[in-house]
């Protein structure tokens, strides 16, 4: 029963803009540190951002700054990935993901994963 639910996704030209969303269900939320992860084709997944179970810590890949916020409403249950001046640069799969131990950025600390959104800037 426990899963993240990504929508948001979609087609949007260089420079726009695009805000991505992540609901979980199945275990307490406010609990546990929340990350965006991405895979571009041919690429291996990598670090986008990531914030802390309060939302007082974000940390963002240097690709990421400057253009992008993550956030959280833990009443809604709910991490958001808000992207600007996108890049084609930026097409990927984008995926949630919640990790049960301290906060990090690496992808094995994470042990909860949406099923990931496509994002695709055309050029």
């Known amino acids: 029963q426990v899963q993240l639910v990504e929508s948001g996704g979609g087609l949007v030209q260089a420079g726009g803009s695009l805000r991505l969303s992540c609901t979980t269900s199945g275990r307490t939320f406010s609990q546990y540190h929340m990350g965006w992860f991405r895979q571009g084709p041919g690429k291996e997944r990598e670090f986008v951002a990531a914030?802390?179970?309060?939302?007082?810590?974000?940390r963002y890949a240097d690709s990421a700054k400057g253009r992008f916020t993550i956030s959280r409403d833990n009443a809604k249950n709910t991490v958001y990935l808000q992207m600007n001046s996108l890049k084609p640069e930026d097409t990927a799969i984008y995926y949630c993901?919640?990790?049960?131990?301290?906060?990090?950025?690496?992808?094995?600390?994470?042990?909860?994963w949406g099923q990931g959104t496509q994002v695709t800037v055309s050029s």
């Open positions: 914030i802390d179970w309060n939302g007082d810590t974000t």
């Open positions: 993901a919640q990790g049960r131990g301290p906060f990090s950025l690496y992808l094995y600390d994470y042990d909860l």
